[in-house]
């Protein structure tokens, strides 16, 4: 089906969503059913989703977003389902791997996605949960001026990580540790969707195994805005050469 939408974005927090909304002219609008919420600009060519805030749970008195892989995972659905756009792309935070030199403000564009928090110790189903998914067209970013680093994003459902976790973390080489992207390239797989999908995160806090769950909590919101801001830029550059991507 052709889609007057050029460009679909999944983010997974408000904060995150309202700054990406200023950088690139997108509004909130009201959704008619969900609680999901909806960006778009004047045009109706852009599109951001969000799974939205739980009312239920408050961090620093705002309510909580619905963050993971399974909202993720939904909201990507709705995407594909009510907007049909040409093009996905996942942006957001992330935590950055000390050992493969990451450093706060860090773009990443993923080359690979994989989870490291399925474990299924049955042949078969070991392989599946550690796989590595490819993000096809990423040749078409070549024209990014901003500077990023390309590599492995490993998601998982937790801001903390086991041992177990940070074994496969550091067998797969991922330069970042978020939790989003695998539930979106798994939702493409499931829906057999060809349509592109670009994984683009900004590092707001250095993690690995020896570095306190605290210490990295107290740095993503210490550097949040900096690096949404850093995030901004670049998102903004692929809006304004969209044709770019588009082209087949």
């Known amino acids: 089906m052709k889609s007057s939408v050029e460009i679909g974005l999944v983010v997974a927090m408000k904060e995150e969503a309202d700054i ?4 690139i002219g997108l509004t909130q609008h009201k959704t008619e059913k969900g609680n999901y919420l909806t960006y778009t600009n004047t045009q109706g060519n852009i599109v951001m989703l969000t799974p939205g805030l739980d009312g239920h749970f408050q961090c620093f ?18 995407l594909i389902e009510h907007f049909h756009p040409g093009c996905i792309i996942n942006a957001g935070t992330a ?6 030199g990451m450093k706060i403000g860090d773009i990443v564009i993923a080359d690979y996605v994989s989870s490291h928090d ?10 599946y949960g550690k796989r590595k998914l490819p993000i096809a067209h990423l040749k078409k970013l070549k024209f990014l001026s901003h500077p990023h680093k390309i590599g492995l994003v490993s998601s998982g459902e937790s801001f903390a990580t086991s041992s177990e976790e940070w074994k496969i973390v550091k067998q797969n080489n991922a330069l970042i540790k978020e939790m989003e992207a695998a539930g979106i390239l798994h939702t ?8 592109p999908v670009y994984v683009i995160k900004s590092v707001t806090d250095i993690i690995d195994e020896d570095i306190h769950t605290l210490t990295s909590s107290e740095e993503f919101s210490k550097n949040f805005t900096s ?3 850093r995030l901004s830029f670049i998102i903004k550059e692929i809006v304004d050469n969209k044709h770019k991507i588009l082209s087949v």
Do not use: C, F, N, Q
Not at 62 to 70: D, L, M, N, Q
Not at 118 to 127: A, D, L, M
């Open 61 to 78: 008195g705002r309510p909580v977003s619905r963050v993971g892989k399974i909202s993720a995972g939904v909201i990507t659905t709705l």
């Open 95 to 100: 935590g950055g791997i000390k050992s493969a």
């Open 227 to 229: 690096a949404m801001k």
């Open 118 to 127: 399925i474990h299924i110790p049955i042949v078969g189903y070991s392989e």
């Open 20 to 23: 990406l909304a200023t950088a």
């Open 188 to 195: 493409m797989e499931v829906l057999d969707s060809m349509m």
